[in-house]
């Protein structure tokens, strides 16, 4: 049985205000959770949550992942972006060039995401997040498709895409160059896996994963590193 994509996770110094821009931009109200961490619930059964947990971890440098947000018009991509920098969201420069129609913008946080122009045909009808959009190799894109066993919707020039087989948001990996870490990922994937558990993180090891020295955090999780080497952790089941 494969694990579930249970939420994206941010960590942040402000989980409750972090929340609040998210909430905010996505139209979706946020719930308390465990301690200071708060979560926004998955919008319907292709979704996930989003949840913001407590850490003082600094941010440095770029993140490897970042959302990609849709637009149904030329409109609503404006409309998105006023609403985004109403709720404290800011412009930056990360190279894209002038003739770029998406926008990319941060969070109150630093945490780097782009509102994309109408038409995208690439992300139409994946919802309100149309792409978790990862910097990673093929091979990360591999290991993630077998992880969740979500099929490969894009596979062209080392760049990879999965989507859940009942749709919504697609993530997707750029392939190399990799920009070295230089800490902790801010954003990383939580799974679920309900039954089986350690049979589980077993295939996910066997497929590519690593464990990270202490084998579970606060919360009871199992912490792994998937092949490119970033964070991710799989719930035990409730």
Known sequence: MASQLFAVCFHTARPSGLARFWSGLLGRQPAGGPGDSVTIPRPDAAGFRIRFLPSEEPKTGRNRAHFDLTSASPEDQRRTVARALELGGRHIDVGQLPEDEHVVLADPDGNEFCVIEAGNRFLAGTGAIGA???????????????????????DQGQETAIQSPNGGTKITWGGPPVAPKTGPNRLYLELAADAGWEAEVDRLVSLGASRIGTEHDESGRT???????????????R
């Open 132 to 154: 978790l959009a990862c910097d990673g190799t093929q091979e990360v894109g591999y290991f993630w498709s077998e992880a969740l066993r979500w099929p490969l919707v894009w």
């Open 223 to 237: 912490l792994l590193l998937d092949p490119d080497g970033n964070e991710f952790a799989v719930r035990r089941p």
